[in-house]
């Protein structure tokens, strides 16, 4: 099975300052097709998750350009270029690789 | 609007059983993958099991091997998930959703395993 690790496990930034979270995949979730098969969630208390990022750096129709994502292979970034309130969230990432594995999650707070 | 709506959470005793459903509308369900998603109180979000397009490929995280069985009825535009010898440990709200990178969620059903 494919584990996933993220980094930190918890974070507090600035508003207006930039976030990046961390994602390591324990084998590449690099397809033939040289598509990465990585999204990244962003969940609010009592509220399901929702997909922000596909195939690695791919947004979702809907999300706002301050977030981004990058990588390949084994090691991936989400990236908010400049934190807002709302922002505060717990941030997954995923494999769809080979069934799906969750990483534990990174809780991003305002400093 | 696409949604997906879970019911038949609650509930039950160790040992005992209980059956999810999932239904989808605003979509073309039978053209999707989907999947069951769980998460403990104040814990990370876990994979249960997936389903192709035509119920044909199911697949299963280690520890519901043999106690869950997930099926789907395209004719109903519904997804479910049988849940047989529940323990404790499968005590979590339980999350429908579509596609490999889910793009769509329900919002969710506490089953709780408790005497």
């Known amino acids: 099975d494919i584990v996933m690790t993220q980094s930190p496990d918890s974070l507090a930034v600035s508003l207006g300052e930039r976030a990046t979270i961390n994602c390591k995949s324990s084998?590449?979730?690099?397809?033939?097709?040289?598509?990465?098969?990585l999204a990244w969630y962003q969940q609010k208390p009592g509220q399901p998750p929702k997909l922000l990022i596909y195939?690695?750096?791919t947004r979702e129709s809907g999300v706002p350009d301050r977030f981004s994502g990058s990588g390949s292979g084994t090691d991936f970034t989400l990236t908010i270029s400049s934190l807002q309130a709302e922002d505060v969230a717990v941030y997954y990432c995923?494999?769809?690789?080979?069934?799906?594995?969750f990483g534990q999650g990174t809780k991003l707070e305002i400093k | 609007e696409v949604q997906l709506v879970e019911s038949g959470g609650g509930l039950v005793q160790p040992g005992g059983s209980l059956r999810l459903s999932c239904e989808a509308s605003?979509?073309?369900?039978?053209?999707?993958?989907m999947s069951w998603v769980r998460q403990a109180a104040g814990k990370g979000l876990e994979w249960v099991a997936n389903?192709?397009?035509?119920?044909?490929?199911?697949r299963y995280v280690d520890s519901v091997k043999g106690r869950f069985t997930i099926s789907r009825d395209n004719a109903k535009n519904s997804l479910y998930l049988q849940m047989n010898s529940l323990r404790a440990e499968d005590t979590a709200v339980y999350y429908c959703?579509?596609?490999?990178?889910?793009?769509?969620w329900g919002k969710g059903i506490a089953v709780t395993v408790s005497s």
């Open positions: 959703a579509r596609r490999g990178y889910m793009d769509v």
């Open positions: 084998q590449s979730v690099l397809h033939s097709s040289s598509k990465n098969s």
């Open positions: 389903i192709n397009e035509d119920g044909s490929e199911k």
């Open positions: 605003g979509y073309t369900f039978s053209t999707y993958w």
């Open positions: 995923q494999q769809y690789y080979s069934t799906h594995t």
């Open positions: 195939w690695a750096s």
